[in-house]
Each structure stands twice: as structure tokens, then as C-alpha cells.
């Protein structure tokens, strides 16, 4: 059966480079919202699925694109491991393919890694039909470009990705959850400080008001050796005077966290724009509400120790524009996430808009060239 599927694609594929057609690639279709829309016919993975193989004593699964990602998460739990960049499923078709190639990651990112990190080989097909296979089963150090590195986040305009090998993760020993009543500004501080210490900070999220010194809701997770997140628990509660979480109430957060159920995600209205801001570590307080008449009790997200923020703001263009540039100013790039009915201009800061990234365009356009000369994954989904 898998042979024929894949012989499917190929003749898909082919018959849309012959037409000068483009295709747009979907597994489940649980993020189909995310990136820049358009109505080109689909190629539909999620049938081809599968657990390939996984050696639970080498820390690797190796699935089909199509695989359900629950199903991988269940054969982990298993064994007690799991994915340790804690992908958003955002529905519950959601799959393995779909996962890597939005390349989002959760809570437990900023200790853990971004997926790609976590790739160690794929094997896709390219815009000319050709079956092909890169990087392989085991951590090592790699030759030339790594060709696996590029599926995660490429929103399908890359190839078309069929089997992916992961590095996977024993669950911890110890997790435990504070919770307490602090600005922004100072969660930051404490964040970054604890950031540098040998502390077992498995996750972070502040909510609060998107104006600068008013306090909010920092949440912390604590995963690892027990000894180790003991003591970082009584640190906590000393220094913040935090309390420990319902170990139930726990875990609802921060699931609910990573699939955006909170409150403070509220699906966005036609004006409206939900807005990712990737920024570095040493990035400041943002007062986002400078830019709209929004009320100052507006929720404001920070993860990551402040390196992902969330807020939802105005979707005109002007508002925009200034958002992006703050993002870009302070070393970071901003991201349109959600939209309302009325849609947006532009959905991600462009490459060429940064000044660290500007050089990375024509390597962008030089690589899809090579993989995809027809351009039958250039839906402009991603730019």
C-alpha cells in the first residue's frame, strides 16, 4: 500500500510540473489557517502513515507523514519518552508531517531545543518526483548542507516530506509548577537571571496587561532530577513567593497553553491579528497597547523567558508595519499568527526586511530552484 501511495504522489506531482500547476501539501488539516492562504488543489497526506521504526533504547522514532501525532506520542509514552520540542497538535487530525513542516514548538522549547533541532533525517520527494533520502538515524556531525534541517517550518514550499527520523527524550524524573503575582518587567529579570544557572526551568509564561510595570501571572515548570527540582523549588518560592500548582491544574495549563485554549487566546475578530514576536533573550518590556487604542488590560503572552511573545492587537497595516520594526529593532522578526475574517497584508517579517537575515534570500531561492524548478510547491504559503 505504500508503494502505490507513493507512487500517487510522484504521479501528482508530475502532472502538476507538467500543467505549470501549483499543490498545496496537507496532512490533517488541523493547521491549515497557519501562513498565507491560498485555494490551490491539495496533496493530501494523511493517509500515508505508519510507525517505521523506533528504537526506544537509541532515543529515535522514525514515522510517515501522515502518522497521527498522537499516535507517535502514545507509542512514546509507552516507553516513557517523549517529543521534547512539545509540538501544538491545534486539532485533533493533527500529524507528524504537519507537525515538523509548521515547526512549532511548545512550552518546554526554551530548555529542550526548536524541533529542527531534533531532526535527524527525512526522506521526501522533490518537485520533479524523485524520491530521496537525507541524514540518517543518529546524532553525528554532518558534511555540507543538511538538506533535513530545511522541512521544519517550510509550510510544504520546500518538497514533500515523507518519512522523518527523530531524536526523542526520556520524560523527567521530577515535575512540579509555581505559580505567582509579578510585572513583566520583573519576571523577566528573574527569568533571565535563572536562565544562567544550573536550574532544572523546563517552561515559562507570563499574562498580564500590555502595558510596561503592571503585574500579571508568571507560571514556571520545574522538570528533572527530584533532587534538583526540589531545590529550585523552595529558590522560587523564597524569592517570588510562589506556590506549587495542583499537579492536575498543571498540566491542563500548560496543554492548554500549547494548543492556545487559554482565555487570553480568544479567536482573533475580522480586525483583528493575534501577533508572535520571536526576540532575544535580552529584550526588555514591550508596552504593545502604544500603538491602538486597545485598553491596557489587553492580555499580554510571554514564553520562553520572554523570547515568544503573544498579543492581540489591530490588524491594519500601520500597526502592523510598527509592530514588525520593534521585532526587528530588537534583533527579532514578528509573525501575523492568526487573523480575522478581514485578512492582513503580510503575514511574516520577509528575509530581506532584516538586516541579519537579508543575505539568506537568495540561498532561500536557490534551493527551491534545485528541489522544485517547476515550482509546484510555491504556493506562497510561506514566502
Known sequence: MSD??????????????????LLSIEGGGSKAWYGNPNAHPKLITKDYQGI??????????TARAGTPLSVIEAALAEKNQMLAFEPPHFGQHATFGGAISAGLAGPRRISSGNLRDFVLGTRLMDGQGQDLSFGGKVMKNVAGYDVSRLLPGSLGTFALLLE????????????????????????????????????????????GPAKADHDGELTIRLAGAVAAVQSATLLMKSTLGASELDPVIANTFWRDLR?????????????????RLALPASCPAIAFSE????SPSQPLVLEWH?????????????????????????????????????????RFTLLGDQAHSAA?????????????????FATGRLP
Open 306 to 346: 520572554g523570547q515568544q511573545r503573544w498579543w492581540c492587537g489591530p490588524s491594519d497595516a500601520r500597526t502592523q508595519s510598527a509592530i514588525k520594526q520593534k521585532a526587528i529593532n530588537h534583533g527579532g522578526h514578528a509573525t501575523c499568527f492568526r487573523v480575522g475574517s478581514n485578512g492582513v497584508q503580510q
Open 52 to 61: 517505521v521504526d523506533y528504537q526506544p533504547e537509541e532515543l529515535v522514532i
Open 291 to 294: 500603538w491602538s487604542d486597545v
Open 164 to 207: 522523518a527520523s527523530v531524536k526523542v527524550l526520556p520524560k523527567p524524573a521530577a515535575t512540579t509548577s509555581l505559580r505567582c503575582c509579578v510585572s513583566e518587567s520583573r519576571a523577566l529579570k528573574v527569568l533571565n537571571e535563572w536562565a544562567g544557572q544550573p536550574l532544572p526551568l523546563s517552561a515559562s509564561c507570563w499574562i
Open 259 to 275: 494548543e492556545q485554549r487559554l482565555d487570553c487566546f480568544t479567536e482573533p475578530e475580522g480586525n483583528q491579528v493575534l501577533y
Open 360 to 376: 539568506l534570500t537568495a540561498v532561500q531561492n536557490q534551493l527551491r530552484s534545485a528541489f522544485d524548478p517547476s515550482g509546484v
Open 4 to 21: 502505490a501511495q507513493i507512487q500517487r504522489f510522484r504521479e501528482q506531482i508530475l502532472a502538476a510540473a507538467s500543467s505549470k500547476s
